[in-house]
């Protein structure tokens, strides 16, 4: 079995553009929903600007299934919301690019900016860029990425249909993308190393209630094990000891990394790599500030990132109108 990562095609080609080399008053790095409130905010306070999105448009909210508790919506797909404010953010007049951003310096109270394929010089920085999910570095999780080994059950809960599943982890991300997973796999586990879950209470109930779910309270990942076709199960390190259990997939949930990897030498870090906030959305460098998942401000949520890129380019305009 072999399986890659769904993006949404629309949004991938939606309002990208080649190249826009060249000076801006603001770039903004990333293209999740913090950036693309950013955008939305900085295009129409009329700041020139690039958004620099990596091929992750749309970012996690874009992975995942269903958003419950993004106000206005009951009930909506994270691509649907995503698309949603990239298509307002481009008829606001954002500008979209499609590169990576591989490093940063700061030279004669400019920021440059190095992407996989140009060069940009900005007045401003907004580090968007998100994060990225936690490995568990086990035996077998890399050899099987792909081939059973998951981060996005979103994208591939179809490869498992009427399969056995694992899931890793217990907080919200782990027990909502689970939920998915229990309309699709014929068995699932639940794997935490604590004994009780994380995650919203009723969500945590449904799931724990749902009779195709076994959980292992307790109990750690230890091995994917698998043949040439892919995973055939997981050991799990349980409080009876070493557990050998069968199963087609493995989705991991283990928590985030946050990709400030090109922001490093630019604005100061916290032990986690979290870019340090001041005031919410200001980093250590007065030229650069940051929004969302990429941050240390905490409770990772689509309203918390689109607040904060809200607020990051409006720092900006303001420090723009002050210069006039
Ligand atoms: C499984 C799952 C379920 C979730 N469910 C919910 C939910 O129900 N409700 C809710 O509110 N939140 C939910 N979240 C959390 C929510 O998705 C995040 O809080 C939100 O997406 C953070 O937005 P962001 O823009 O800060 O970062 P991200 O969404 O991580 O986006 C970052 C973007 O930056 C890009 N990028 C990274 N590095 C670079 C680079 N060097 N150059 C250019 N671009 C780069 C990435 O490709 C990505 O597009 C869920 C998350 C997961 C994983």
């Known amino acids: 079995m072999s399986f890659s990562v769904n993006i ?36 129409r306070y009329g700041i020139t600007h690039v958004v620099l999105e990596s091929w992750k448009p749309g970012g996690q909210a874009a992975l995942t299934a269903e958003i419950e ?9 994270g691509s649907d919301l995503t698309n949603a404010m990239k298509k307002q953010a481009v008829e606001a007049g954002a500008v979209f690019v499609m590169e990576t951003v591989e490093s940063t310096t700061e030279i004669n109270g400019k920021i440059k900016i190095k992407t996989d394929s140009a060069e940009y010089t900005t007045d401003y920085l907004i580090i968007a860029t998100g994060a990225a999910p936690a490995t568990l570095g086990v035996p077998g999780e890399s050899k099987y990425y792909g081939r059973g080994v998951s981060f996005c059950a979103t994208c591939d809960a179809p490869f498992f249909r009427n399969k056995k599943a694992i899931v890793v982890g217990g907080g919200d991300s782990a027990v909502k ?6 309309h699709v796999v014929s068995e699932l586990g639940l794997v935490h190393r604590r004994d009780k879950l994380r995650a ?20 750690q990942l230890a091995e994917v094990v698998g043949d040439d076709q892919g995973v055939t199960g997981v050991i799990l390190n349980t409080p009876d000891g070493k557990k050998h259990i069968d199963t087609d997939g493995v989705f991991l949930y283990v928590g985030t990394v946050p990709a400030t990897e090109p922001f490093a030498g630019l604005v100061d870090l916290d032990a986690k790599k979290a870019v340090a906030t001041q005031n919410i959305v200001g980093t250590s460098n007065p030229r650069v500030f940051a929004a969302g998942d990429v941050t ?14 809200a607020r990051a380019s409006a720092a900006v305009f303001e420090l723009l109108e002050m210069q006039e």
């Open 69 to 77: 508790n993004y106000p206005g919506f009951s009930s909506i797909a």
């Open 8 to 43: 949404d095609a629309g949004l991938m080609n939606s309002g990208g553009t080649n190249s826009k080399t060249g000076s801006y008053q603001l770039v903004i790095a990333g293209g999740g929903p913090a950036a693309l409130s950013a955008a939305i905010y900085a295009a």
């Open 296 to 309: 240390n401000n905490g409770f990772r949520q689509v309203v918390t990132a689109v607040s904060e890129g």
């Open 177 to 182: 993308e689970a939920l998915h997973l229990t």
């Open 200 to 219: 919203e209470p009723l969500l945590a109930n449904k799931l724990i209630n749902n009779e195709k779910v076994t959980p292992y309270w307790n109990s």
